[in-house]
């Protein structure tokens, strides 16, 4: 579901974002920071996928769902 933003594309944008976030006991992604920027559209595009991306499977501690922390990077380059 990743767009690469045209205007990145037309600039020749290569990098990794990297984004962290708090994953819920329910699976919503909740407190979003970007970690490491490379271009805003990129940066903007990255938070979109995370936001908008299905449920995330909760951390288990104890047989009980947990809040959790996430860093995730995402890649963006031409092939």
């Known amino acids: 579901n990743l767009r690469y933003p045209k205007k990145a594309i037309k600039n020749d944008i290569q990098g990794k974002v990297i984004v962290s976030f708090s994953v819920e006991k329910d699976g919503t992604v ?17 938070a979109r996928l995370i936001e908008a991306g299905p449920k995330w499977i909760p951390a288990i501690l104890n047989r009980e769902p947990v809040r959790s922390f996430k860093l995730q990077p995402v890649t963006y380059r031409f092939q």
């Open 30 to 46: 909740s407190d979003l920071f970007l970690f490491r920027s490379v271009e805003y559209s990129l940066d903007q595009e990255t």
